[in-house]
């Protein structure tokens, strides 16, 4: 990525009275780049992109957006549009009007105007929708009507605060497509807002993951999701096994540790991404990276033997919790449901065996 | 479930209410001088005596300037504490917005004396017609704001934000979003003002000095028995009047709830 980021932010603070909403938050977002802001409830996550908006100010820090210090520059001058999660539709206006909101100080003609208008609602799917009436729109055309209304100013950011919550699981499947090729055909910086860790993974490039006002980990997806660099993260994005343990040796590149229940394993650096100090800490592993060995099959890899203790069926996946000596909480696994592999019962015997390179090593 | 009692209950309720206004219409329009059963036919002969007496006229006057003046005001402050109530924070929000909806248990005789006191005393100055306005600003003030209060609490915070995120000011983001929006309430809230200020009589009274109001011509007519049927049908205008306005109050905010597209959280009507 060339020049300067889009977006900078260095030493963020925002207090509500004795309420410290955002602590300390550094953070370059690059153009064109589509970044989540990912958290529970309560972190931060939509006080940082109204601070973007410039709908509250900073306590203290700079943002910069494209070069520019953003202090003092009102909401309606700065080079951003939002979505909000209501979606704000003017109500008393017609859904053509809506999108031309914007359109009010600009010098092009009144033709031209129209034919912006017609554009912007054709790219988001409502070609013919522009005399409808705003209130009577289902949630997904408001929508898409709020992101025509944003888009055709062409912003050189778009700020998205949870805007697919208020939709049913479906249309916000579709909705999350839409957004990516959305995004990838305008080119345009996409800032989402988000609590949903699967929306944010299937959509970002990358992700904060924020907590408590203060940014946890960012990364891309992958990253975020395989090397999560504290248990917080690592139970926000997924779920995750914890077995305490204790780190014996670091030589060249690896890392020797006894994992309560597994025994003693090998793990590169690569798979600490705070580090590796000798003594207590723990080491997560993935539902998915355990595997049942069914009757007849066997491995090469390390196994461990234990007991079924919980069975949730999901259709294309089954679910265990299993029980392995040594380790107070059953292991989650989950497995697919191919052809000819049964769904186990509770208090089956059964032996379950991990690769050791889906391990994670966090602080204790 | 039929429930007779509550039927008759309720028939009794509305006899109670509406008897005494029944009775302004049917003496009205009563041939004889008297008011007393039986009738002695009909006539419109109360409503033509009205348009011959000039003080009469000049009162009306005074009334429907006092009135209009006092909507237009009432109007206004009700907005800003409206908007205040619904779409700002600041400290000590819940008891400044309480102490506007003061006026509304104030016993209006406490509140006239006071007004007196503070014009004549304090002030030092005679009571006029602005003095009334003000005076009756004072009053409509929480109705309209509670009329407002209810426009303004449909709106979504979000609607002058996202004005102003697509480069609107404060001021314009609120001129294009909020105020059609609350337009309707802002049309109801005078009217309701209109017909308070219209109808009100003590703190007019109190405060006239050398202006006469409706209530207060009214008033003055009392003591002449032949001057009843007159009042009789001055009073049946007045009550046309209010209802009409009050019915328009509640179209117009109805209207106005479904043009934004949102549930009614109750109204006067």
Request: hydrophobic share 50%; net charge neutral.
């Amino acid at each position: 990525m060339s020049g300067s980021p889009l977006i900078s932010l260095r030493g963020v603070n925002k207090h509500f009275g004795d309420y410290h909403a955002l602590r300390d938050i550094n953070l370059d977002i690059r153009a064109g780049e589509f970044f989540s802001l990912l958290g529970p409830s309560g972190c931060g996550k939509t006080t940082l992109l109204r601070t973007i908006a410039g709908f509250e100010d900073l306590s203290s820090g700079t943002l910069m957006i494209d070069g520019r210090d953003m202090a003092n520059v009102p909401a309606n001058e700065r080079p951003t549009n939002m979505v909000f999660q209501s979606y704000a539709i003017f109500p008393h206006l017609t859904v053509a009007q809506n999108v031309a909101f914007g359109l009010r100080r600009d010098p092009r003609s009144k033709a031209e105007k129209a034919r912006a208008v017609a554009e912007a609602l054709e790219m988001v799917g409502l070609a013919g929708y522009g005399a409808r009436a705003a209130h009577a729109l289902s949630g997904g055309q408001r929508q898409r009507v709020a992101l025509a209304r944003a888009l055709i100013l062409q912003p050189k950011v778009l700020l998205l605060d949870e805007p697919l919550s208020a939709l049913d699981k479906k249309m916000r499947e579709q909705m999350q497509v839409e957004l990516i090729r959305l995004q990838r055909n305008v080119g345009i910086t996409f800032i989402l807002v988000t609590h949903d860790q699967e929306e944010a993974l299937v959509m970002s490039d990358r992700i904060a993951v924020m907590f408590e006002g203060s940014i946890g980990q960012m990364d891309d997806p992958e990253t975020l999701y395989r090397r999560p660099n504290s248990r917080r993260v690592a139970n926000f994005i997924g779920k995750m096994n914890f077995l305490p343990a204790e780190v014996l040796t670091e030589a060249g590149g690896r890392v020797t540790v006894e994992v309560t229940g597994l025994g003693k394993g090998e793990i590169t650096r690569e798979q600490a991404p705070t580090g590796a100090p000798s003594g207590p800490a723990v080491v997560g592993i993935r539902p998915e990276t355990l595997t049942i060995l069914f009757e007849g099959e066997t491995t090469e890899r390390r196994w461990v033997d234990g007991v079924v203790d919980e069975v949730v069926y999901y259709g294309d996946m089954t679910y265990y919790d299993v029980r392995i000596p040594g380790v107070a909480e059953p292991l989650n696994l989950s497995m697919r449901n191919v052809i000819g592999r049964p769904v186990l019962e509770v208090g089956t015997p059964t032996r379950i065996t991990w690769d050791e390179r889906s391990l994670v090593l966090l602080d204790a | 479930m039929k429930i007779p009692a509550l039927r008759i209950y309720a028939f009794i309720y509305l006899v109670f209410l509406f008897a005494p206004i029944l009775l302004l219409p049917i003496f009205a329009f009563n041939e004889g001088r008297i008011i007393a059963f039986p009738l002695s036919g009909f006539s419109t002969r109360w409503f033509e005596a009205l348009w011959e007496r000039p003080s009469l006229h000049s009162a009306v006057q005074s009334s429907l300037i006092i009135a209009v003046l006092t909507s237009i005001l009432a109007t206004i402050f009700g907005i800003f504490a409206a908007r205040g109530g619904a779409l700002a924070n600041f400290p000590f929000k819940g008891g400044i917005i309480g102490f506007i909806m003061l006026p509304l248990v104030l016993p209006e005789i406490i509140l006239a004396v006071a007004l007196l006191v503070l014009v004549t005393k304090v002030l030092g100055l005679a009571p006029n017609l602005y003095t009334i306005v003000l005076a009756h600003t004072l009053m409509c003030t929480p109705y309209a704001t509670s009329i407002l209060n209810g426009a303004f609490a449909n709106l979504d915070r979000s609607f002058e934000e996202a004005a102003m995120d697509l480069g609107e000011s404060r001021w314009s983001a609120f001129r294009l979003v909020t105020l059609p929006l609350v337009m309707p309430g802002i049309v109801s809230a005078m009217l309701i003002s209109f017909i308070i200020s219209l109808d009100e009589f003590i703190v007019a009274f109190f405060l006239s000095g050398n202006v006469t109001t409706l209530p207060v011509y009214i008033y003055g007519l009392r003591r002449q028995s032949d001057q009843l049927p007159i009042i009789m049908a001055l009073g049946t205008i007045l009550v046309v009047l209010s209802i009409v306005l009050l019915v328009a109050a509640e179209i117009l905010r109805r209207r106005g709830l479904r043009r934004a597209g949102v549930e009614d959280s109750g109204g006067f009507l």
